[in-house]
């Protein structure tokens, strides 16, 4: 079973507007990761945030996380079309790293 | 300084043949992984090693074998291939033994069993 559970499967947006992306998960956790996929390749680390952090920013991103309901969130400020791509978060328990089925970010220009 | 190095980046295989996927680092990390990764799907991790002479299974182990014998090398085998095992296949790597720290993907091998 898959330990990390993003929501919503798929979105599409408008260049200029603002995205967000949701992950859950079930079990306690040391940190989360996003990561985003270009079509064809491999994955891309975008941001870590650690269990006692509740807020984090890198450029454009900005990712929340809620400890006691078990979720994190991912926005993506004035998005651009080189932003279409899939979004990953990354959770995991011990060395078992999992991840969830993703998002897929359209960006219309 | 490459980062994750996988080979092949594609192959097509007839079912009941066994082949290697290569994957190398060159960041002297502990962490080394492999994943498939099917439409729908997301990535599933097969086998994981936390350092050399040590592996473990991961979520979809059946039918493949790991061994980590260097630092740097993790290569994947398949024993005897099906067409099930037709997928992308992405090795990864990280500092460190649990989530500290990113991964570090390779470009991925996309199989093809007939």
């Known amino acids: 079973s898959q330990q990390g559970e993003e929501d919503p499967q798929a979105l599409s947006i408008q260049e200029g507007e603002n995205a967000t992306m949701n992950c859950s998960y079930k079990?306690?956790?040391?940190?989360l990761q996003w990561y985003r996929q270009n079509s064809g390749r491999g994955l891309v680390h975008l941001i870590l945030?650690?269990?006692?952090?509740r807020e984090k920013h890198s450029g454009r991103l900005r990712v929340t996380l809620d400890t006691s309901k078990k979720s994190s969130s991912l926005l993506i400020t004035a998005s651009r079309a080189a932003d279409t791509a899939s979004y990953f978060c990354l959770t995991g328990a011990n060395s078992k790293l999992t991840f969830g089925k993703g998002i897929t970010l359209s960006v219309r220009p | 300084n490459a980062g994750v190095t996988q080979t092949p980046k594609f192959q097509v295989l007839k079912t009941g043949q066994s082949m290697t996927l290569q994957c190398a680092q060159d960041?002297?990390?502990?962490?080394m992984s492999w994943y498939r990764q099917d439409p729908g799907m997301g990535l599933r991790l097969i086998h994981y090693s936390v350092g050399a002479g040590i592996t473990d299974q991961g979520e979809v182990p059946n039918g493949y074998n790991v061994s980590r014998s260097t630092t740097e090398d993790f290569p994947l085998r398949l024993l005897s291939a099906a067409p099930s095992q037709t997928s992308v296949y992405f090795c990864?790597?990280?500092?460190?033994?649990?989530?500290?720290?990113?991964?570090?993907f390779g470009n991925g091998t996309r199989l093809t069993v007939t």
């Open positions: 960041m002297n990390h502990e962490y």
């Open positions: 945030i650690r269990s006692n952090e």
């Open positions: 990864a790597s990280s500092y460190g033994r649990l989530l500290n720290s990113p991964l570090h």
């Open positions: 079990t306690s956790i040391n940190n």
